[in-house]
């Protein structure tokens, strides 16, 4: 009699067939994985090709204000200088008015304080504006005395007026020698400070 197994050929078949199943379930998933894979990536490019595109927007959005901004730095520089200059404009005229009157005072007190045959030759200002030498002619030495003093005493020279110096020389139609002369004085507006003199020497000191 003879016996067949049939048992174990079923349990061939059904292990085959787990097998089967199982490859097919292990195909199934990674291409799931790739599917989802390749699903993520194309996500993760067109957010970073957003986030790209919106960079690129921000960026030429900050150049055209740099651009804004740089054309107003320049206005407002070119409107600093405008001042600037219109400054130092106000300045030189004030400065112009006020010195302007100076001369004229000086003249005028000049012409006040001549004595009798005196003339002068000469009027010269230093580098200092307010510093002047005259140089004249005179007929006497108490001429000039009383020039230097008419000066001092009209409150617009400042004490004392130097004698640069002083010469007699032959004078061409005369029949005596002039004095000429050559005085330095520094002029001052009335109601300027004087500078303060010196106490006396105490006696036996």
């Not at 690129?56 to 740099?66: N, S």
């Not at 307010?130 to 004249?136: M, Q, T």
Request: proline share 5%; aromatic share 6%; glycine share 6%.
């Amino acid at each position: 009699m003879i016996r067949i197994n049939l048992l174990a050929i079923e349990r061939e078949r059904a292990k085959k067939k787990v097998t089967f199943q199982s490859g097919q379930k292990m195909v199934a998933g990674c291409t799931m994985i790739l599917v989802l894979a390749g699903l993520f990536m194309g996500w993760r490019f067109f957010l970073l090709a957003r986030q790209s595109k919106d960079l690129d927007a921000q960026i030429a959005a900050a150049q055209q204000e740099t651009l804004r901004l740089h054309s107003i730095i320049q206005q407002v520089q070119k409107f600093e200088q405008q001042r600037a200059q219109l400054q130092q404009r106000v300045v030189l005229i004030e400065q112009l008015r006020r010195d302007q009157a100076g001369p004229v005072h000086m003249l005028d007190q000049i012409s006040r304080a001549l004595p009798p045959m005196l003339w002068l030759t000469e009027l010269k200002q230093s580098a200092d504006a307010n510093e002047v030498v005259i140089s004249g002619r005179c007929t006497t030495l108490t001429g000039l005395s009383d020039f230097v003093s008419n000066l001092e005493s009209s409150g617009y020279f400042k004490r004392s007026i130097e004698i640069v110096s002083s010469s007699t020389e032959p004078a061409k139609g005369m029949a005596t020698d002039v004095v000429r002369f050559s005085i330095k004085a520094v002029f001052q507006q009335p109601g300027a400070p004087k500078p303060a003199t010196p106490p006396a020497p105490k006696a036996g000191g």
